[in-house]
């Protein structure tokens, strides 16, 4: 059986300009939450990765007609059907958890299999069965496969996550668009994409206020009706492309982005010394490289602080410091598989995954055959591939392509040497 890798020869100098994606984490619920509007809905901007795909997949199997047009999806819902989806769609990526509360909302029920995605160590949705019980839902988690949730009626209620997750905030908002009365969530997750799904939901008649603060307040209606709906930009991939400018740009622009949704990166590039220029009406950020940097520490915190998602494509501008440099990881203490894959590089790195803290030391690069365990470590090792000497091959790159549009295609434009390959 075949598969295909990516190679890249490293020491090529990029420049250029690059436009930033919709949002992977906006995307991957608000597809799942136009399963509740009565009509059609229109949705722009969409990366074009395969975990959309797979959301557009689970909806036709809903029998929800849709039309995917490049970054343009169509969606109508007049003949849907609710039906079991304990499948491996379901399995293969994480955010079809957002299906359980998106269908909850519309049917009062589902049956939907355990959620997969990248293996990042324990990451519970306790949270969000917390919320659907505290709306009225019974839960049936006799299933090793798949859980039912069911609710006679679905009714508001005072929510408090006990950790902040983005995840549990949005799925409870989905289920309670449309429960009797006010839910109000508290610790709520603030993130760009928990904004973008309340104004799409808004956008579809749902009545949300405090998007982007500790406290969401959601007044259930009875209705939702078709809308035309733009999704933000992707913070994650315009922060990756930050990276891979401040490791081998001699300069470019990373178009189509908001920066304040990556201000925390911003800053931490330039305590390292990098040269950024944000333009923040024409949206976008010019980066031009610099030969050495100085070493930092950082911490990965809940938004607006440094997001975890970072922490793994950062790293590689942490081997250019002029000294060694910590990072803690607060949210995923599993997230360095990255580490020994870039120890097989000549990286001097260690990991301790039971405290999630990484000491990174100044090192010379080399080319080798690396495996890209999850999204972000896969866009890590291709930021250290074009800062190698020689050849690397990055393999399992499925999940690579879940989360960045055209990544080979956009870097091969920037004038590095990457290319695919079967083998």
């Known amino acids: 059986m075949t598969q295909e890798v990516i190679k890249i020869r490293g020491g090529q100098t990029l420049e250029g300009e690059v436009t930033i994606s919709g949002a992977k984490n906006s995307a991957v619920a608000i597809i799942p939450a136009t399963l509740l509007a009565q009509g059609q809905v229109k949705l722009d901007g969409l990366p074009q990765i395969s975990d959309v795909e797979t959301l557009i997949s689970l909806l036709e199997d809903l029998n929800i007609k849709v039309s995917l047009d490049g970054k343009q999806l169509e969606v109508d819902t007049t003949e849907i059907q609710n039906a079991p989806l304990p499948n491996n769609k379901v399995e293969s990526l994480r955010a079809s958890y957002y299906m359980m509360g998106a269908m909850l909302g519309r049917f009062k029920k589902c049956v939907i299999g355990l959620p997969g995605g990248c293996p990042l160590g324990p990451r519970p949705i306790d949270q969000h069965i917390k919320g659907f019980k505290a709306l009225g839902a019974e839960i ?5 496969t798949s859980m039912k949730i069911e609710a006679k009626e679905l009714h508001g209620a005072n929510i408090f996550l006990d950790m902040v997750s983005v995840g549990a905030t949005i799925n409870i908002m989905l289920a309670a668009v449309h429960a009797k009365g006010q839910t109000i969530i508290e610790n709520a997750a603030k993130e760009p994409e928990v904004v973008d799904v309340a104004n799409f939901l808004n956008s579809i008649g749902a009545e949300i206020k405090g998007a982007g603060t500790s406290s969401l307040k959601i007044s259930g209606v009875e209705e939702l009706h078709g809308t035309e709906y733009s999704v933000i930009p992707d913070r994650i991939e315009a922060g990756t492309y930050m990276c891979i400018a401040a490791a081998v740009g001699k300069e470019i622009s990373i178009n189509n982005i908001v920066p304040k949704h990556v201000e925390a990166l911003t800053m931490k590039l330039k305590e390292l010394g990098a040269d950024v220029e944000v333009d923040s009406d024409a949206e976008k950020v010019t980066i031009k490289r610099q030969s050495t ?8 915190l809940v938004y607006p ?5 970072l922490q793994q494509p950062i790293t590689p501008l942490l081997f250019m410091t002029d000294g060694p440099s910590f990072v803690t990881e607060t949210i995923y203490p599993a ?7 870039l120890k097989k590089m000549g990286a001097n790195i260690e990991a301790d995954m039971t405290l999630g803290t990484a000491t990174i030391k100044p090192s010379k690069l080399n080319g080798a055959e690396v495996y ?18 020689g050849i690397t091959t990055v393999y399992n790159v499925k999940h690579i392509y879940r989360g960045y549009t055209d990544i080979v295609k956009n870097l091969k434009t920037l004038g590095a040497d990457i290319w695919t390959e079967q083998i």
């Not at 049936?140 to 090793?144: A, K, L, P, R, Y």
């Not at 602080?305 to 998602?309: K, L, N, Q, S």
């Open 140 to 144: 049936d988690e006799s299933s090793e």
């Open 293 to 300: 940097y100085k070493n930092v520490d950082i911490k990965t």
């Open 305 to 309: 602080g440094f997001a975890t998602d």
């Open 335 to 341: 997230r360095f598989r990255h580490v020994e894959e």
């Open 372 to 389: 890209a365990s999850d999204l972000r470590a896969g866009a890590c090792l291709i930021t250290a591939g074009l800062l190698a000497e």
